[in-house]
């Protein structure tokens, strides 16, 4: 949704989308490198796909490496609520925030962020939202299911994803 994506930004009416797309991909990387090692990375919502592909789908992958992934947040269960009954009324209302602010401290990369192209600067669809919280209930109802080496890396500042969700993670992973 992102970049030189085809098709709508940003916009996901579910999270399988991804992990469909993740599970593709991997198949291509292993025709084109067989034999050698693959991990499999991915970051923010792709740390939540990535999570989730491993959880469900049980890859033959060396590893997984997870940078601030989208699987907890800060935010009241309340707020999951008000998303799911949103996006059930107005699926493409734009509900889903995340300020350049809160992905870095310095002001340098967030004005780099504001202006790049490549990213798009409006708020995510509430379908989007709702697909990523149906995606973390997915996470949290089996992370032993997670059996593969696992790395998580996470800023204790960060203000989007909640770092305590990587340790929880990296905590409960089989």
Do not use: C
Request: hydrophobic share 45%; charged share 20%.
């Amino acid at each position: 949704g992102h970049a030189r994506s085809a098709g709508a930004r940003v916009q996901i009416d579910r999270i399988d989308e991804l992990v469909d797309d993740l599970e593709r991909f991997v198949a291509l990387v292993r025709t084109r490198e067989p034999g050698r090692p693959v991990f499999v990375l991915g970051h923010s919502l792709g740390g939540l796909t990535v999570a989730l592909y491993a959880i469900e789908r049980h890859p033959d992958v060396a590893g997984v490496i997870l940078s601030a992934p989208g699987i907890a947040f800060d935010a009241p269960a309340l707020q999951a609520g008000v998303v799911r009954f949103v996006a059930a009324l107005a699926p493409n209302a734009r509900v889903l925030k995340t300020p350049h602010g809160q992905f870095s401290a310095s002001a340098e990369v967030v004005a780099e962020m504001n202006r790049d192209p490549l990213i798009d600067q409006r708020s995510g669809p509430a379908r989007t939202a709702r697909s990523a919280i149906d995606g973390v209930a997915r996470i949290w109802a089996h992370p032993e299911q997670l059996a593969v080496p696992l790395l998580a890396v996470h800023g204790t500042g960060d203000k989007i994803t909640a770092p305590a969700g990587s340790r929880d993670l990296g905590a409960r992973a089989g």
